[in-house]
């Protein structure tokens, strides 16, 4: 699939990283040792291209915290197909950053 | 100061650069990260000000992603950038063909020549800018002595076509300005770049345009200070001279100084240009750049005009906004003028679609008209042999090329999608008159982005006249929706 070969290393963590429960940009940032320059635009480029989708928190949760909405990110289902191929190029992507399935196993 | 204070003020900053209708997202995101990382105790976490100057990067990429998207809606067939972006270029391309056209350029263009208002150009049969010579030789020597009241210095040229021989170089057919020794002192052109020796060679000195010397010579500098051949009389090629530097009347390649003695050799009917100085003093207050001069001679009163090198009569303009009403007169007789019902069903358009809409039509009248006032008026400067021929070439062309863009403009209005201007596409045809009884047949297009369909009646009834929009809900979009197809490079 010559569309699988053109996700990157960097775009690969992202996606692995919003898939392991890390949904908002300061968690991607964290969990992936990324800059917040490389982050949020490589976020947005997922968000276009479809494989990620963004909603914001309801007003309502915030309040009760005292504390501003979130955004949050989830995968798009040509975003997990496209993280599963990515899996086959980037064998150690699990184990980097784990999803808490895997961790319990 | 705190670092967070300082980072939420580096995020605004950044902000300036995100599109207005993402700001308010994107500031509101940004917030809320930085809050979350300065409320985040636990060691290792990132710098709220480190972290904030990533919103630049953020913000630059959504600004580049914008003019990315920009980019495409000009590459993009029917949209209303391309047909923007053609048109203009189209007025720019014509400008500068414009410009490349003596006659056209000197109508267009400011004179070269300074204090352009008081160097007059001496006419004796009443036409401004005439291209015919029309002062005797004979009047032009006796001027230079008994009209000093009048003039501070006096030139004459004639148009002429001769064959410049240089040695090692082809015979050069050039059309030549052949006039007195002082015609460039009444210019006021700079000849101080004149080849050496060119102030003591006693015979006649040539100036070559920039163009004539490229294209007679090559280009080549050695011609310069070179004795040439005209007429088997020697010839000095003293300069070269921009092509702007002549904006008289006639074609001329190259302006031939004459000694005095050999141009008294002319034959007195000989008729061709004067050129002067004028004292401001001597002449009443210019109107519009005219001027007149009377003489008396053996009971005859003749009278001549001295019109400013800088006077535009302004015809040429004027026959264009006579073409541009007779052409919208016109236009009813070949298209209908209404653009079509507006869409009523999801409401009316937004404010800044119908702007939007109705800049563009008059941006695309705007731009027809530029294009049609150039070639018309290219056309009349080029082709038209006198004023009378210039004028009807300027009204001819210019109406018949009006109607026909006008006609194009209307045309392509209607079949455009009122909310994003795109050219409608895919047209099917609906019904067959002959074959249905008071019901509808007539062309549907759709807008590709899904906004609406377009129903055009083949033929207008008192129910359905005129051609009708229908919008689409945004339930309909996925059936719109172009194919998702990733880009070729994700990060």
Known sequence: MPVEAKLSHTAAMILQAIHAGHVYGFGVMEMTGLPSGTVYPAMRRLERDGLIASRWEQQSIADAEQRPPRKYYRLTRAGRAMLEAAYRRYPLLEKMIPTPEVERA | ?491
Not at chain 2, 202 to 212: K, P, Q
Not at chain 2, 293 to 321: A, H, P, Q, W
Not at chain 2, 450 to 472: A, D, K, M, V
């Open chain 2, 1 to 491: 100061m705190n670092r967070e204070t300082l980072a939420l003020a580096v995020v605004r900053a950044a902000s300036v650069l995100v599109p207005r209708s993402e700001r308010t997202d994107w500031l509101g995101e940004w917030k809320a990260e930085l809050w979350h990382l300065c409320r985040n105790t636990h060691s290792g976490s990132a710098d709220p000000l480190e972290c904030s100057v990533g919103a630049w990067k953020d913000a630059f990429w959504i600004r580049s992603e914008r003019l990315r998207k920009a980019g495409q809606g000009l590459l993009r067939p029917g949209s209303a950038q391309r047909c923007g972006f053609f048109l203009g270029g189209a007025a720019v391309a014509t400008l500068l063909a414009c410009l490349c056209l003596p006659r056209t350029r000197s109508l267009l263009l400011p004179s070269a020549y300074p204090d352009p208002g008081n160097l007059v150009v001496l006419a004796s049969n009443g036409e401004a800018g005439t291209h015919a010579p029309s002062i005797r030789f004979a009047d032009y020597r006796e001027w230079t002595s008994d009209t000093s009241a009048l003039f501070t210095s006096l030139a004459w040229y004639r148009p002429a076509i001769r064959d410049v021989y240089l040695i090692r170089h082809r015979p050069a057919r050039l059309h030549l300005a052949e006039g007195s020794q002082n015609l460039l002192q009444v210019l006021e052109l700079p000849h101080a770049a004149l080849a050496q020796g060119s102030s003591s060679f006693r015979g006649a000195r040539l100036i070559l345009t920039r163009s004539a010397w490229r294209r007679a010579y090559g280009g080549n500098p050695a011609v310069i200070g070179q004795v040439a051949d005209i007429d088997r009389s020697p010839v000095l090629i003293a300069a070269v001279v921009a092509d702007r530097d002549w904006s008289l009347a006639g074609e001329t390649d190259a302006i031939l100084l004459e000694p005095e003695a050999r141009l008294a050799q002319l034959a007195p009917e000989v008729r061709g240009f004067g050129v002067a100085r004028i004292r401001t003093a001597a002449f009443p207050a210019p109107r519009d750049g005219w001027r007149w001069m009377t003489e008396t001679k053996d009971g005859v009163t003749r009278r001549y005009e001295c019109i400013s090198v800088n006077y535009r009569d302004g015809r040429l303009e004027s026959i264009f906004i006579f073409a541009v009403l007779l052409a919208l007169l016109a236009l009813p007789a070949t298209t209908a003028l209404p653009l079509g019902d507006v869409p009523r069903r999801r409401g009316p358009l937004p404010h800044a679609a119908h702007a939007r809409r109705w800049l563009f039509l008059a941006a695309k009248f705007c731009l027809v008209g530029t294009i049609v006032f150039f070639v018309s008026t290219a056309l009349a400067c080029e082709l038209g042999a006198n004023d009378a021929a210039t004028a009807y070439i300027q009204f001819g062309s210019g109406f018949a090329a009006l109607l026909l863009g006008f006609r194009w403009i209307l045309e392509d209005q209607r079949r455009r999608c009122p909310e994003c201007l795109l050219r409608l596409s895919n047209p099917a045809r609906v019904g067959q008159a002959s074959c249905n009884f008071l019901a509808w047949n007539g062309t549907e297009l759709f807008c590709a982005r899904g906004h609406g369909l377009l129903h055009i009646p083949e033929l207008p009834t008192s129910w359905f006249s005129t051609q009708r929009w229908l919008c689409l809900d945004p339930s309909w979009s996925s059936l719109f929706a172009e194919s998702s197809t990733l880009p070729a490079e994700l990060l």
